[in-house]
């Protein structure tokens, strides 16, 4: 197991980026209350995966709502990355993911961690050799 940091260069920043991974040919799939949209990447960076977080305004009407939010996917994130990680890494593959937060609840760490378990475990399925 590697470190667990959340760098800064693991999140998506670049617009092109970001339109590069929803303008089409994306696989995405839900587990609620999270909607996961992701795509391999071209441009290799210093890490295998990138992420981007969004949580809607019409469901959040407060700031504060999102932030926590927000705090809680990239924290999960954070925690259990390697599950994902090792497999890009040894296949030498770059991921962009998107992580779509779809309720008007905010759901407690523990569940949120489950799910997240369970979203990086169907993901790293699919580069299985």
């Known amino acids: 197991m590697g470190k667990q940091s959340f760098k800064r260069q693991e999140r998506i920043k670049s617009k092109k980026i970001i339109d590069y991974l929803f303008c089409g040919g994306a696989k995405s799939f839900s587990i609620y209350p999270i909607r996961v949209v992701y795509k391999e990447h071209p ?3 210093a890490t295998n995966t990138s992420i981007l977080v969004s949580v809607s305004k019409k469901r959040h009407k407060h700031a504060v709502d999102r932030n926590r939010v927000k705090r809680l996917l ?12 090792d497999k890009l890494s040894s296949q030498n593959k770059h991921l962009a993911i998107a992580f779509i937060y779809l309720s008007t609840d905010i759901y407690p760490f523990d569940e949120i961690e489950s799910r997240m378990k369970k979203i990086l475990m169907h993901i790293s399925e699919e580069f299985d050799s």
């Open 74 to 85: 990239r924290e999960s994130f954070r925690t259990n990355k390697n599950i994902i990680l």
């Open 43 to 45: 441009m290799p960076e």
